[in-house]
């Protein structure tokens, strides 16, 4: 076989020379191009087209001192199992490349993220910017990032203080207010609820908009419940949920975990779910999927796209936002929940 010689590939002379200017300039129409006239940037952004110029990407990183990489933090060994963790880890893994990074996922045994994982990749200098999670009041990261001059996005508002904006969250109580509006809409006229034990922010949040749901549409407010993230307590409390409600009622559940609770409570003594009573969850899991829970389903692909451009924008020194963003869940209907026309049906 004949060894065929590879065509040269350009270099920033070669583009420099192609378009009449300095290396400088081509450098900085690549890099900032804030620096560079219109008429010269568009010159020099068509040479690199022509030549097919790419600059080396490890150079790019020497020479800005950058990993090209944003961590994230996977809280999966002790703690309350999340349904979204790896469909919002994959969503930030399709997105990254948009954003010219990469992600770099850790892990902890803490219950509670805590500063030990953050410091050790800062250390070691393998990311730039970190994606935070499973945020909750007393979080000591944000402090200790800002502190360090490291940019960062949370999925999860930053409670402590909020007069911090680089956050991306889904808005619990209009979801579950929109839950009740599907359950009004299919007939049923007293909606009870199982959420998780209080102090959880985010079930405090999905709980109050229950409550507005159930005003607002001039529903009967049934009795409600709580129990962790585990489907025999789920079980355990809904079995005790459902002795205050009758057929023909419903229950709004603040996670897909606490609706099979339901579902398989409500089995157990003879409901049919959809039918005699009403059912709908929360996070659009695998688990909805699965049994067939109609369920809110929180927008990972957009939350991803944004909180990447937050950091981008952080590491690029552009502003920052002037609020954090609430993205608004969709309401996937399973049969746990059916028009009146269906009831009574075989």
């Not at 020379?17 to 300039?25: D, E, I, K, L, Y």
């Not at 999670?133 to 999860?156: C, K, M, N, V």
């Not at 699965?290 to 950091?311: F, G, K, M, N, R």
Request: aromatic share 6%; hydrophobic share 45%; proline share 7%.
């Amino acid at each position: 076989m004949l060894n065929m010689p590879h065509p040269a590939r350009a270099t920033i002379v070669d583009v420099a020379r192609a378009a009449g200017v300095s290396r400088q300039t081509v450098s900085n129409a690549i890099n900032s191009p804030e620096r560079v006239s219109p008429d010269t940037l568009s010159r020099v952004l068509q040479v690199v087209e022509e030549l097919n110029y790419r600059p080396s990407s490890a150079a790019r990183t020497l020479r800005h001192q950058r990993a090209g990489a944003v961590g994230t933090e996977l809280n999966a060994v002790t703690g309350t199992p999340s349904e979204v963790a790896l469909p919002f880890l994959t969503a930030l893994t399709l997105a990254a490349p948009g954003h010219a990074c990469h992600m770099v996922p850790f892990a902890s045994r803490e219950a509670f993220p805590m500063l030990s994982g953050y410091q050790d990749m800062v250390r070691r200098r393998l990311v730039d910017a970190f994606v935070l999670t499973d945020t909750h009041p007393a979080d000591p990261r944000p402090d200790w990032l800002e502190q360090a001059g490291i940019p960062y996005a949370s999925f999860g508002r930053i409670y402590d203080d909020s007069s911090r904006v680089w956050w991306a969250d889904v808005d619990g109580s209009a979801g579950t207010s929109a839950a009740v509006a599907h359950l009004a809409e299919t007939g049923f006229r007293t909606v009870g609820f199982l959420g998780w034990p209080a102090g959880s922010a985010v079930g405090d949040d999905r709980r109050l908009g229950w409550l507005a749901g159930v005003e607002q549409h001039g529903l009967a407010l049934g009795p409600e419940a709580a129990a962790p993230q585990s489907l025999s307590q789920a079980i355990s409390a809904a079995e005790r949920l459902l002795d205050g409600l009758a057929v023909g009622d419903a229950v709004v559940c603040a996670s897909d975990v606490l609706a099979l609770g339901v579902q398989q409570a409500a089995l157990a003594r003879g409901w049919r779910p959809g039918r005699d009573i009403g059912i709908t969850g929360f996070d659009g899991s695998a688990t909805a999927q699965l049994h067939d829970i109609s369920t809110l389903v929180q927008p990972l692909d957009e939350i991803a796209e944004h909180l990447l451009t937050v950091v981008h924008d952080q590491l690029a020194g552009a502003p920052a936002p002037t609020q954090g963003a609430l993205f608004l869940p969709t309401l996937t209907v399973g049969a746990s929940t059916v028009t009146t026309s269906m009831k009574g049906t075989p």
